[in-house]
C-alpha cells in the first residue's frame, strides 16, 4: 500500500506547491510573506495526507 501512496503523495504536495505559487502570484502577496504561506499549506497538506493514508491502512 505505501509503494502507490507515497509516490501519489509527493505528486499531490508537488501539485499544491505549484498551486500555492500562482496563489501567491495572483493575490500578489509580498515576498516576505510567500514562505509563511508555503509552510502552513505544506503542513496542512501533510497532516491530510498521513491521516488519510492512516485511515486506509486501518480500515
Do not use: D, G, H
Given at each position: 500500500m505505501a509503494l502507490y501512496f507515497i509516490p501519489l503523495a509527493?505528486?499531490?504536495l508537488f501539485y499544491i506547491n505549484?498551486?500555492?505559487n500562482t496563489l501567491?502570484?495572483?493575490r500578489e502577496i509580498p515576498e516576505e510573506k510567500q514562505p509563511i504561506v508555503f509552510r502552513t499549506i505544506n503542513v496542512l497538506i501533510t497532516i491530510l495526507l498521513i491521516t488519510s493514508y492512516i485511515e486506509v491502512l486501518f480500515t
Amino acid at each position: 500500500m505505501a509503494l502507490y501512496f507515497i509516490p501519489l503523495a509527493v505528486i499531490i504536495l508537488f501539485y499544491i506547491n505549484k498551486l500555492t505559487n500562482t496563489l501567491c502570484l495572483q493575490r500578489e502577496i509580498p515576498e516576505e510573506k510567500q514562505p509563511i504561506v508555503f509552510r502552513t499549506i505544506n503542513v496542512l497538506i501533510t497532516i491530510l495526507l498521513i491521516t488519510s493514508y492512516i485511515e486506509v491502512l486501518f480500515t
